[in-house]
């Protein structure tokens, strides 16, 4: 037997402790880090959303205005005066 291996039971158990802990411990750091690249992930994600909603926005009161179309209180949408 090696000096370094378990001779009582409560070595045993202090070494599977150990062991234990520190599977648990590499665990937490790997679950750490996964969640931390998902929130940068979605976090990116949503950012570039927001912006392509915006543009969408932008083109569609463009195009309202282009088709005269002027938006009022609400949801009512009237047709601008002819200006001829």
Do not use: Y
């Given at each position: ?48 959303m ?16 282009q ?14 005066p002819?200006?001829?």
């Open positions: 037997m090696a000096e370094t291996d378990p001779k009582t039971v409560q070595d045993l158990t202090a070494v599977v402790q150990t062991l234990l802990q520190q599977m648990q411990d590499k665990f937490q750091t790997m679950s750490d880090q996964i969640i931390g690249r998902n929130i940068l992930f979605l976090n990116t994600e949503l950012d570039d927001s912006c392509r909603i915006d543009d969408l926005e932008k083109n569609i009161a463009d195009l309202m205005t088709a005269g179309v002027e938006e009022l209180e609400g949801e009512n949408k009237t047709p601008a002819n200006k001829s």
